[in-house]
């Protein structure tokens, strides 16, 4: 069995400033998740020029060791060695994939991320150009900020129903935002899940994606909510925030204890 899921996710600023922020974002939130053995390990990120799929863009090649952030039945369940997950991301944005595997379970195990940045409202349709039959399995969710998650997954500092932007004079966002907002932009995720194990496919398969909702829906409040830290930042300045990062992530990993969960893409 295999789940494919389309989520949109509207958010009021350009999609310019979108590539910055989300990079930011992905930077502080790896820090906050990395130690005590568990986190983010980039072994790549470097530029990358002519791909036969992705054009020009950049590629990372990332670790997640995550015993700790999974479910207690999985941790139980699963052998020594096998919760690592490894993630590819081709980055030639507008246009992001990121395939996410695991060692221990090889081709039973895929989750795959299809991104198109598009400015405008969650309004156009088949943006990932697939065939009518294709179309036909793909759920749509569209995931807002503005709702606030579950008391256990709520952050005060990332409200955007709070959050105001003094350089932009953007937000707090109220009910009914998408309605009226200028700059607005979307990110049009497919998600792609396939976990063979015996007995807990549909289980999994049906977490994970949950999981990953919850993930798109916390770090894109993130991503708005911090504009001001972002909205006089280039690429160049991206680029050596995540070398910092880098160097953060490798020391963190093995000491300070961490904190929650990494967003992909």
């Not at 989520?7 to 502080?28: C, D, K, S």
């Not at 709520?154 to 953007?170: C, F, Q, T, V």
């Amino acid at each position: 069995m295999v789940i494919i899921k389309e989520f949109r996710i509207p958010l009021p600023m350009t999609v310019e400033e979108y590539r910055v922020g989300q990079l930011y974002a992905f930077a502080h939130a790896s820090l906050n998740e990395t130690g005590g053995g568990d986190g983010v390990e980039v072994l790549k990120n470097e530029p990358y020029t002519n791909h036969k799929l992705y054009g020009d863009g950049q590629y990372t090649y990332k670790i997640y060791h995550a015993k700790q952030k999974v479910p207690k039945f999985i941790q139980l369940l699963a052998p020594a060695g096998s919760l690592e997950f490894h993630e590819e991301a081709w980055n030639a944005y507008p246009y992001c994939k990121t395939v996410i595997t695991n060692p221990y379970m090889k081709d039973n195990f895929k989750i795959i991320l299809e991104t198109w940045h598009k400015p405008g409202k969650p309004e156009l349709e088949n943006v990932h150009d697939l065939t009518p039959e294709q179309l036909a399995k793909v759920e749509v969710d569209l995931v807002d900020i503005y709702e606030n998650p579950d008391r256990s997954h709520y952050n005060e500092e990332y409200d955007p129903r709070l959050a105001r932007s003094e350089k932009s004079g953007r937000g707090p966002l109220t009910e009914g935002w998408m309605k009226t907002a200028d700059p607005i932009m979307c990110a049009y995720k497919m998600v792609t899940v396939e976990f063979k194990w015996w007995g807990l496919q549909k289980r999994v398969e049906n977490l994970i994606m949950k999981n990953e909702r919850i993930l798109f829906h916390n770090f894109h409040r993130q991503v708005f909510s911090t504009l001001d830290e972002y909205f006089n930042l280039n690429m160049e300045d991206i680029r050596e925030l995540e070398l910092k990062t880098k160097e953060e992530l490798d020391k963190d990993r093995q000491n300070a204890p961490a904190r929650g969960m990494v967003a992909t893409e």
